[in-house]
C-alpha cells in the first residue's frame, strides 16, 4: 500500500520562513505534489517533484529525496492569506492513472 | 477557460438513501476523479473515469458508482447511504495524456448523512 506522513499542525507568525515535512511510503513512485486547501475551499496544486532536488515557485520551493522517501514544503515571507491545510500527495500507482493518494493534511496557522 | 464544477454545494440525506453528485470538468480535460474527504483528512481516492469508461478504483464498496458522459461530465452515485459515508465530495479534473499529475479540484459536496 501507499502512506504518507506529515505533522498535523504548524504555527508560524507572519513574515517567517516554515517547512512542512513529508514522509512517504509507496510500491512505485511517480513523484510528490503539494496542494493547499483554504477551510471550505477546494484543493489547489502547488507544487510537483519527480526528481531528487528543490523546486521554486514565487514564494513556495518544494524539495524531494527519493533515496530517503521525504519531501518538504518551504513557505517563505509568510502572509497570513497563507493559512490553510497543506497535503503531500503520491501517484496512487495501484488503482489506476494519475490518481493521488494524500496524506492527512498539515494545518498552517499563521499570526500576526 | 471554465473551472471544474460540482452540484449541489451541499445536501442532507437520511440512512439508507442514495444520492447522485455531479460534476463538470474542465475544458480540455479528458480524465475525472472523485474523492472523499472526511473533517479533518485528506481526501481519498474513489475512482476515475477516463473516456467513459472506468479507469481505476480505491478501497470503496460497490454501492459507490459512476459514470462519465461524452463531454467528460462525471456523476458519482452512492446507493443505501450510511452515516459514515458524511463527507466532502471531490472531483478533479485531468488531462491523462499530458505529461503533468496536475488535478484540478472543484469546490466540492458536502454531504451529511442522518
Known sequence: GQSLEQPSEVTAVEGAIVQINCTYQTSGFYGLSWYQQHDGGAPTFLSYNGLDGLEETGRFSSFLSRSDSYGYLLLQELQMKDSASYFCAVRDNKTGRRALTFGSGTRLQVQP | ?114
Open chain 2, 1 to 114: 477557460e471554465t473551472g471544474v464544477t460540482q452540484s449541489p454545494t451541499h445536501l442532507i440525506k437520511t440512512r439508507g438513501q442514495q444520492v447522485t453528485l455531479r460534476c463538470s470538468s474542465q475544458s480540455g480535460h479528458n480524465t475525472v476523479s472523485w474523492y472523499q474527504q472526511a473533517l479533518g483528512q485528506g481526501p481519498q481516492f474513489i475512482f476515475q473515469y477516463y473516456r467513459e469508461e472506468e479507469n481505476g478504483r480505491g478501497n470503496f464498496p460497490p454501492r459507490f458508482s459512476g459514470l462519465q458522459f461524452p463531454n467528460y461530465s462525471s456523476e458519482l452515485n452512492v446507493n443505501a447511504l450510511e452515516l459514515d459515508d458524511s463527507a466532502l465530495y471531490l472531483c478533479a479534473s485531468s488531462q491523462l495524456t499530458s505529461g503533468a499529475d496536475t488535478q484540478y479540484f472543484g469546490p466540492g459536496t458536502r454531504l451529511t448523512v442522518l
